[in-house]
């Protein structure tokens, strides 16, 4: 997937500064894309695309549509803000072969996103997701916990929103404080808290059983561990990790495991799950056989390919 930065004029409190839009879509390279029998998208993100010049937007997709034409990428995605789509810019989106389109709603909560200085309401997000699904867009919501106003009530009614405004696809980001925004200012006057990394984990592990219940899939958990956040540079507080994702899996398989051994008597157990789930249910940093040892088992992780996600099997060893 190629990501290209796209310019940023919206009101939001919690990033920097974005630059304009670099000539980036030069660079994308002329050999195919295809690697095991997928075709990745050419990707618009870093900001709201369809917000710069109409001009400029037609310029870049035009150019990327060359490599949707040859069947050389899979499609085009981008992230804009849900008040910045109408019907003019879906038809020029669907002109050049857009197939998904990202809608950066961060809460469905009036408060939250007026405290947050979004600039946007509910009822932006909700009539730019029936008119992204109307025009045969593939529709992802992202949302961001921890905002000014927050709560984990709001939180969990932002995200059965997503679902019943039918999102195929979401990211979940914790609010964090970077260096040079407003909401530094507010935490500097102590007027902002932002979550700890243990609520924020805690509010995401609930977040994702709401949309995987309802078959959202959930396409990121946490930011990009960009130089600058892992370093610390521009990171002034907040409950960034860089392996935000791992840990938010290890509370869900901490439950489903616990759950499982009700009633388990034997104290020498094999624990069989998905070869793809297996390194989250032993856990990051083993955390979940490390807390099962501190308990007295004896415990022996094994990977089945043909359990479904969350199947487990528990047995003596």
Known sequence: MRFLQSGENQRDIFYSAAGSYPEYSRTIPRNNTQKQNYYYPIAFFGGSFTGIPVDLQEEYLKEAFVFVK????????????????????LVLLKKYGVTTIELGAQSTDSEVLQQSGRGHTPEDIQNASQMVRAYGFELGIQMMIGLPGDNYERSMQTASDIVSFGA??????????VKGTTLERRYREGKYTPLSLELAVEWTKDLVRIFEKSNVSVIRMGLHP?????????????????SFK??????????????????????N?????????????????????????????TVQFAGNPAFSQYQIDVCDN
């Open 70 to 89: 040859t069947g050389r990428v899979s499609g085009i995605r981008l992230s804009t803000r849900p008040d910045y789509i109408n019907e003019t810019i």
């Open 168 to 177: 195929q696809n979401t990211r979940i980001y914790p609010a964090i404080i």
């Open 269 to 297: 157990i094999r624990i069989s799950v998905s070869d793809r789930q297996m390194h989250y249910a032993i856990g990051y940093k083993q955390a979940n056989k490390v807390q099962l040892q501190a308990r007295g088992y």
């Open 246 to 267: 791992e840990i938010v899996m290890t509370k869900i398989w901490e439950e489903i495991i616990h759950a499982k051994l009700k009633g388990t008597t034997s104290y």
């Open 226 to 242: 960009s130089d600058e956040l892992v370093i610390g540079k521009s990171l002034i507080d907040g409950p960034f990790h860089p």
